[in-house]
Every structure is written in C-alpha cells, then in structure tokens.
C-alpha cells in the first residue's frame, strides 16, 4: 500500500521558513520523480516544485522560485521542501505527490494528506 506521509507545517511569520518532509513507503521511490503541490483557501491546486529520480533536476514555478527548494534523500524514502521569505500567499495545504495523471500537475496516483501552513504575523 502506497503512503505518502507530510509533517513540518504549521504557523509561522511573513519571512519565515520552514521545512516541510514527506515519507514515501509502498512503492519504488528513488525510481519515481516527486511532487510538491499546493491548495490555498478557495483556490485550486497548483504545482510548486518537482524532482527527477536521483535529484538532480528541479523545477519550480516563478510564485516560488528562488525561495522554495525541493530534495530527496533516496536512502531516506524521504522527500523535502524548504520554504524560505515565506509569504501570507503561501498558506496553503502542501500535499507531496506522484504519478502525475494529467500534464498540469493537478491529478496524482499517488497524493499525501497534506499538512497545513499558514504564513501570517
């Protein structure tokens, strides 16, 4: 059975960090690329960051670009997000996710619970 488990959200003040995780079991981590994804109240879901299998290879939208930096620790089972000169705009529920069903990011085979981070002072 395939979990994909996030911790590390939680409250915390416009130009803040925080660093989400998310644990991976039942399914062939280290051979699937990885997602961080995001839904804002009243808003839909939207890709923030994406890896390649040996992590090398990251991309990020222009919103979060520059702050947010996505890795993964293959031994681990363990995929991260640091969140840097975090914004009220950046509360969201973060989900981390795989197996993309769609080509915008939006669908996922694979989709954790999602943790709640909430920017504001």
């Known amino acids: 059975q395939v979990q994909l488990v996030e911790s590390g959200g939680g409250l915390v003040q416009p130009g803040g960090s925080l660093r989400l995780s998310c644990a991976a079991s039942?399914?062939?981590?280290?051979?699937?690329?990885m997602y961080w994804v995001r839904q804002a109240p009243g808003k839909g879901l939207e890709w923030i960051s994406i890896i390649n299998p040996d992590g090398k290879t990251t991309y990020y939208p222009d919103s979060v670009k520059c702050r947010f930096t996505i890795s993964r620790d293959n031994a681990k089972n363990t995929l991260y997000l640091q969140m840097n000169s975090l914004k009220s705009e950046d509360t969201a529920v973060y989900y981390c996710a795989s197996n993309p069903l769609d080509n915008k990011y939006i669908t996922f085979r694979y989709r954790g619970q999602g943790t709640q981070v909430t920017v504001s002072s």
């Open positions: 039942g399914f062939s981590f280290n051979s699937n690329w």
